[in-house]
């Protein structure tokens, strides 16, 4: 009696051609379950803070929070915003946006998770957040004519490569 060996065996008792199946089965239960979870787009990518050290963080920390009251309609409506409160040298300037593909609620959520990761950064200057869906800045100074500043277009390409990489996987496993 000749044993055949087969390494796609799952269970002695299904056939070849059956446990190729049942492999491509729980292989796909298990991208599907991965795909679910990452497509809440609130994963946090990167998050780095500045050095310097603001003056009074009790302050600064107000300014913050009033800036998000006003910011967060702007970022439900246009998934975008930006705004500035206090007074120098305890002012800040925030600014954040949302990726494109996602819905105002979505854009909403993701907002409301960056903006209470950055203060991990107080009491320095500010800092950047960046979430699978958006992404946040804060400083004590205005920042928002800067095209880039150093790390910015080797982190954009990697996020654009990692996107790009995991949607090509996505296509090939299930199609379009």
Same mark, same amino acid.
């Given at each position: 009696?000749?044993? *055949?060996?087969?390494?796609?065996?799952?269970?002695? @008792? +299904?056939?070849? $051609?059956?446990?190729?199946?049942? @492999?491509?089965?729980?292989? /796909?239960?298990?991208?599907? /379950?991965?795909?679910? #979870?990452?497509?809440?787009?609130?994963?946090?990518?990167a998050r780095s803070c500045e050095t310097t050290t603001v003056q009074n963080k009790d302050d600064y920390l107000k300014n913050?929070?009033?800036? @998000? *009251?006003?910011?967060?309609?702007?970022? &439900?409506?246009?998934?975008?915003?930006?705004?500035?409160?206090?007074?120098?040298?305890?002012?800040? &300037?925030?600014? $954040? *946006?949302?990726?494109?593909?996602?819905?105002?609620?979505?854009?909403?959520?993701?907002?409301?998770?960056?903006? !209470?990761? +950055?203060?991990?950064?107080?009491?320095?200057?500010?800092?950047?957040? #960046?979430?699978?869906?958006?992404?946040?800045?804060?400083? !004590?100074? $205005?920042?928002?004519?800067?095209?880039?500043?150093?790390?910015?277009? !080797?982190?954009?390409?990697?996020?654009?490569?990692?996107? @790009?990489?995991? !949607?090509?996987?996505l296509n090939f496993l299930f199609g379009d």
């Amino acid at each position: 009696m000749k044993i *055949q060996k087969n390494p796609i065996f799952i269970d002695p @008792l +299904l056939p070849p $051609s059956m446990a190729g199946a049942a @492999l491509l089965i729980i292989f /796909s239960l298990i991208v599907i /379950s991965v795909r679910s #979870y990452a497509d809440t787009r609130l994963d946090l990518v990167a998050r780095s803070c500045e050095t310097t050290t603001v003056q009074n963080k009790d302050d600064y920390l107000k300014n913050y929070e009033s800036i @998000l *009251q006003k910011m967060e309609p702007e970022m &439900y409506r246009n998934k975008f915003a930006f705004n500035e409160a206090g007074k120098p040298p305890d002012k800040i &300037y925030v600014l $954040s *946006q949302c990726m494109n593909d996602l819905s105002s609620v979505e854009c909403a959520q993701c907002f409301a998770r960056i903006s !209470n990761i +950055l203060p991990a950064c107080f009491p320095t200057t500010g800092g950047r957040v #960046y979430l699978d869906g958006c992404f946040i800045r804060a400083n !004590n100074y $205005s920042f928002y004519r800067e095209v880039t500043a150093d790390g910015d277009i !080797n982190f954009i390409y990697l996020l654009i490569v990692v996107r @790009l990489i995991y !949607n090509m996987l996505l296509n090939f496993l299930f199609g379009d």
